[in-house]
Nanobody
Framework: VQLQASGGGLAQAGGSLRLSCAVS????????IGWFRQAPGKERKGVSL????????YYDNSVKGRFTISSDNAKTTIFLQMNSLKPEDTAVYYC?????????????????WGQGTQVTVSS
C-alpha cells in the first residue's frame, strides 16, 4: 500500500493550493481517504475525507467552504483544493487510507499513511 502526497508549498493568505494523494495497492468495497494536518506542537487533526464507496465528502468546520475534496474517475488520486488560505492553515498535510463504511475524522481509524507535504501560508 502506498499513498503519495504532493502539492504543498508556500502561498499567501487568500491564495490557493491543490494537494494530491496518489493511492495504490489499497482498495476495498468500503474505504475512505482522508486528509489530515499537523502544525508544530499540535496534534494531527482531520481536515477532510472522501468515501470511495459513494464519493461522500466530509469537512472539518475550520475548512468548510474553503477546501474541496475530490477524486479522479478511477478514485486512485484524491485531491484537496484549498482556497482562501489562512496563516492558520500552515501545517504538514498527510493523506491516509482506511477500510470500512463508517469513516471518521479520527486519525486512529486510518491504517495507511503517506508522507507529509508542507503547506505554509504567509500573512
Amino acid at each position: 500500500v502506498q499513498l503519495q502526497a504532493s502539492g504543498g508549498g508556500l502561498a499567501q493568505a487568500g491564495g490557493s493550493l491543490r494537494l494530491s494523494c496518489a493511492v495504490s495497492g489499497f482498495r476495498f468495497d468500503d474505504d475512505a481517504i482522508g486528509w489530515f494536518r499537523q502544525a508544530p506542537g499540535k496534534e494531527r487533526k482531520g481536515v477532510s475525507l472522501i468515501s470511495r464507496t459513494d464519493g461522500s465528502p466530509y469537512y472539518d468546520n475550520s475548512v468548510k467552504g474553503r477546501f474541496t475534496i475530490s477524486s479522479d474517475n478511477a478514485k486512485t488520486t484524491i485531491f484537496l483544493q484549498m482556497n482562501s488560505l489562512k496563516p492558520e492553515d500552515t501545517a504538514v498535510y498527510y493523506c491516509a487510507a482506511g477500510e470500512g463504511r463508517l469513516a471518521t475524522m479520527n486519525p486512529t481509524w486510518y491504517e495507511y499513511w503517506g508522507q507529509g507535504t508542507q503547506v505554509t501560508v504567509s500573512s
